[in-house]
């Protein structure tokens, strides 16, 4: 019993691991800022320990589901491809602005806005992780962060890497998808409150 209650200890600590970097610029453009612009970048990342294609991982989990149970997989495809819209970038931007506002900061992220400055979220690398109900592994969301000006976007003024930021939530969640979105939700709450400090003082 005490090597599960120690084993359970490990696992549950990982879910505080996440490394956030400033690798080019500062933060100085973004004070006096209302909005910003935000963006998706879901086109090229990588899954899993053996950085599998997006591609390559649907195709494998669908097989496999439809193989334990036949049409399984097809329903998990659609639910994969609609969560990038449903669950990922809601997550992000409902997170994001939540801490700003908590901290009484008027400023928002929001999608589809004409402002000088855009946010790209870019996904680098996702491990879904597992839950087998005593026993779980969050997911893990590695993303690149880079504030460009949006008439140039080739103009990066801020990039900031966040590495494996956790995803969990108290209980069971069973879902791949809704445990990769609150990986999503980590890094914004790790996003909003690095920018707190440095450019929203």
Do not use: C
């Amino acid at each position: 019993m005490k090597k599960l209650i120690f084993a359970l200890f490990i696992i549950s600590g990982t879910a505080f691991a996440q490394d956030m970097e400033v690798v080019k610029g500062n933060f100085d453009f973004l004070k006096g800022q209302k909005e910003i612009n935000t963006e998706f970048d879901y086109s090229n990342f990588t899954m899993m320990k053996e950085k599998k294609s997006e591609a390559q991982y649907i195709e494998e989990r669908t097989a496999d589901l439809n193989q334990k149970t036949k049409g399984n997989g097809n329903i998990w495809q659609k639910k994969w491809i609609a969560a990038k819209d449903q669950i990922w970038t809601p997550k992000f931007l409902e997170i994001a602005n939540t801490v700003l506002t908590k901290e009484h900061k008027d400023v928002t992220f929001q999608e589809g806005l004409n402002t000088p400055y855009t946010l790209i979220v870019q996904t680098v690398w996702i491990y879904p992780g597992w839950d087998a109900g005593i026993m779980k592994q969050p997911a893990k969301v590695t993303t690149n962060l880079k504030f460009v000006e949006t008439a140039n976007k080739s103009n990066v003024l801020l990039e900031i890497t966040s590495e494996e930021a956790p995803g969990d939530q108290w209980g069971n969640n069973y879902s791949n998808e809704s445990r990769i979105g609150e990986g999503y939700a980590k890094t914004a709450k790790s996003l909003s409150k690095l920018l707190v400090k440095k450019a929203f003082k």
